[in-house]
């Protein structure tokens, strides 16, 4: 069984996870974490008695030949496997995705376990289309291309009616904030969503044109953005 395990999005926020996910854990005895260090605190966090070293510990990187193998042979063994992203639910906007794909490949059972995800979150409080979106990722580095990137966006959205999803490095928000105002029409409607399930949650949607009229300042805090300009 491959358990997929969702985590806090904020360190605090502990009650965001459900008692049957600490549960399906103490079933496995892998652990491929995309942070080990993030994971473990986690698990301590959660239940002070779990006993960290009992598992195996597997760090997740992009597709190196190693990890697939060693998966692989966990998978063959009969090994009941937990897969934790760093932040929120594994396999989404998460390298954990790879591993899932192998398991489907082997004809696993794979179970998903219900936890916060940053994505739909934003999404749910945002009041953009919920019907019609797209999650982006990240957008290019070069200003160049992320006004293009932008612009598309704004395009694909007014086209399709839909909303659009995307994410930046933490240290780079204000400078992507700053050129969306620059590149985006008046009437476009832009959500922040920011420090999700934390103390300092912060989710507003609001006109182009009235972002303008703002001071905003997100530096260094984890941030979900989200575009529409459909009808």
């Known amino acids: 069984m491959i358990y997929l395990i969702p985590t806090v999005l904020e360190e605090s926020a502990t009650e965001t996870i459900l008692p049957y996910i600490l549960e399906s854990v103490k079933n496995c005895q892998c ?37 697939i193998n060693t ?21 989404v906007a998460d390298p954990g995705q790879i591993l899932v794909a192998i398991a489907q490949e082997m004809n696993s059972t794979i179970k998903p376990l219900v936890g916060p995800s940053s994505i739909l979150l934003a999404l749910m409080a945002s009041g953009m289309n919920g019907q019609q979106f797209e999650f982006i990722g990240y957008l290019p580095i ?70 303008r009229k703002e001071k905003t300042d997100f530096h260094k805090k984890p941030v979900i953005f989200l575009l529409y300009a459909g009808i």
């Open 142 to 211: 070069d200003n160049g291309e992320r006004n293009k990137a932008i612009a598309a966006m704004e395009i694909s959205s007014q086209k399709k009616n839909s909303t659009q999803i995307f994410i930046e490095t933490p240290y780079r928000n204000n400078q992507l904030i700053e050129q969306l105002l620059k590149v985006c029409k008046p009437a476009t409607k832009l959500c922040i969503a920011a420090e999700l399930t934390g103390v300092n949650e912060f989710i507003k949607t609001k006109s182009i044109a009235d972002w």
């Open 31 to 67: 652990i491929f974490a995309e942070n080990e260090r993030t994971a473990r605190r986690f698990f301590k966090t959660m239940c002070k008695e779990i006993v960290i070293d009992d598992y195996e510990w597997f760090t997740i990187h992009k597709s190196e030949t190693e990890l």
């Open 71 to 91: 998966f692989k042979q966990k998978i063959s063994k009969g090994n009941n496997i937990a897969i934790i992203s760093e932040a929120g639910c594994p396999g």
